[in-house]
Each structure stands twice: as C-alpha cells, then as structure tokens.
C-alpha cells in the first residue's frame, strides 16, 4: 500500500513537471503583441508626405512600428474589400474611392484632408520642352516622335483624372475628338500608378507624365502648369469638371463604377477590421492637425482641406469632428 502511494506521488510529480514544460514553451514561443503596432495604405502620390508624418509621429511614439503600403487607392481599397487584408489608416488620393468602395461595409467615415491639381512633367531632355505650353501641350503631345505615359484607371485616381484632363481639354480647346486621339496613344506607358512613371521619364523612355502637382514639387521636376478649367483644381469650377466622367471596374467582376470629374479631395478613413484602432486614432489626430501633419502635406505641395463637409459626420469619433464639417 505504502508503495501505490509513492508510486502515485512520483506519476503525479512528474505530470506536473510535464505541463510546467508545456506552459513554459508554449509562453516563449507565444509572439508578444504589439499595441505599437500599425499599417497604413495610402496612394502612392502620398509616399513623400507619409513618410515625414510618420518621423514626426514617432517622435512622440518612439516604440510605434508603422509598415506602409503604396498603391493607386483604388487597389488599396480592393486589398481590404477583396483581399480582406489588415488596415488601420487608409489615405485615398480621392475621397470618392472612400465612399465607393468601403462605406458602409467596410468603414464607418471618410474625412477630406487635402487638395491637389494635375500638371504636365518633363525633364531637360523631353523633346520640344522648350516649346511646350499650356496652349500647344495637346499638339506636342501627339508628334509621332514624343512619348508621354499615364496611370492605370482601373487602379489610381490619377489615371482617371488623366481621362477628365484631356476630356475637358477637347471641350476647353473647342477640338472634337482630341481627348480619344490622346489617350489612344503610347498606351504601352500605363503604370498602375504616377509615382512608377518617374523612373521613365529619367531615363528618357518617355518625355512627359501627367501627374498631380504635389508630386512633382516632391520630386523637384519641373512642369507644366494647366489653366483651371482643365487642371481639376479650383472647387469654384465644380460644375464644369462634372461635365465630364469615365467608367472603371467595379466591386464585382464585370461591373463599371462611373467616376465624374470634380475637384481634386484626398480622404482618409479607419477600417473597421483595424488591428489597432486606438493608435490609428492617434495618428489620425496628428496627420490632421494643422500644426504637426497638415503643415507636412503643405511644404510637400498639397494645401489642406480641412474641415471640409462629410455626409458622415454623425459617425466620426469625437476627437475628430473638429476636423470636419457636417453642412
């Protein structure tokens, strides 16, 4: 009897040796997680400001690890509705994209942040760059030997934007036909989004881009600039961008989203599968306050917006009403 019971004791000691084991291994594999922690997808237009915002944040946030992902919006948009991937910001060269494609389903809000104008750009090697103007720049653009190149529609709002430009161009102009002869032409230099055709133009594949301004400032190319009624810049012009408009695809395969022209807003929301909704807030707050993130995007060349009007005002966190406007 005595030896059942120390034969007991000893099978029992060595089971609680065992799940001590178990427990400790199991906690040192155990990643541990990080409420520093955060991703954002914002438009590649954005690459330049994002990056001095985010020094600025972790000045104040040291322990923060942000990852970043540049993309045309449209497709940072298909990677949290189709890919169902993590998002805690989302910053969209056009607020529409916002509204489009994730609300309600997949965000709550949309705050407009910034504005922005298409330009023309070309290096000291483009072709008849002494010769351009804002007059002329549709004929230079069609000489068999000058190559200029877009972003893709489907994928980024300036590729779009392209389409209004040179829409609104055949009707500012008075030239029927002239915006189908354009975008007919060097299609072979589509990229899926602006910043991707730089690389292009430095190395003389092609002489001119359409592309928003700020990014040329960033990039300290030079360019042409557009009158207002064809550069989507001036909010005053309202009517006359929505003149024009164009289809891209939709949500589903074979559907068409129709996209009209207006002035330029860039939107930013909070997914609602945001992994850490607390310090996005937190990065909301700053990238919006004129003294920290709106003073960064303004020295990269894209004046603030802010507080401008949202339909989903009602819906906004408390700390971030102040940013915008509900009439």
């Keep these: 009897m005595k030896s059942l019971r120390i034969t007991t004791l000893v099978a029992f000691s060595l089971l609680l040796i065992i799940l001590s084991s178990c427990n400790n291994s199991s906690f040192k594999n155990q990643s541990p997680v990080n409420d520093e922690k955060l991703i954002i997808f914002h438009a590649g237009s ?11 944040f972790k000045k104040t946030h040291p322990k923060a690890e942000i990852l970043t992902e540049s993309a045309g919006s449209v497709d940072c948009a298909r990677k949290i509705t189709d890919l169902h991937k993590p998002c805690d910001v989302m910053l969209s060269a056009d607020y529409k994209v916002i509204d489009k494609f994730l609300i309600p389903q997949f965000a709550d809000w949309n705050i407009k942040f910034a504005s922005n104008e298409m330009v023309l750009v070309y290096s000291d090697k483009s072709k008849f760059d002494n010769e351009i103007t804002d007059k002329n720049w549709p004929e230079i653009l069609l000489k068999p030997n000058v190559f200029y190149g877009r972003s893709e529609p489907n994928s980024d709002p300036c590729g779009y934007r392209t389409t209004f430009t040179v829409k609104l161009a055949e009707k500012y102009f008075g030239k029927p036909g002239l915006a189908e002869k354009i975008l007919e032409k060097d299609q072979r230099f589509i990229r899926p989004k602006e910043v991707d055709l730089i690389a292009l ?12 301004r700020s990014v040329a400032v960033q990039h300290q190319l030079p360019f042409l600039t557009l009158p207002d009624s064809i550069n989507l810049g001036n909010p005053a012009l309202a009517l006359w961008y929505n003149s024009v408009s164009t289809n ?6 074979g559907e068409t989203s129709k996209q009209t022209g207006e002035a330029m807003v860039y939107g930013l929301t909070i997914p609602k599968n945001s992994p850490n909704p607390e310090l996005a807030l937190e990065f909301v707050e700053f990238l919006l306050s004129a003294e920290n993130g709106m003073k960064i995007m303004a020295k990269n060349g894209q004046p603030t917006v802010i507080p401008a009007f949202t339909d989903t005002y009602s819906k906004l966190p408390e700390t971030l009403k102040p940013f915008a406007s509900p009439n």
């Design 201 to 212: 133009l430095q190395t003389n594949a092609i002489d001119y881009v359409f592309i928003y």
């Design 248 to 253: 891209i695809n939709g949500n589903k395969p």
């Design 46 to 56: 954005l690459s330049m400001p994002v990056k001095d915002v985010i020094e600025a």
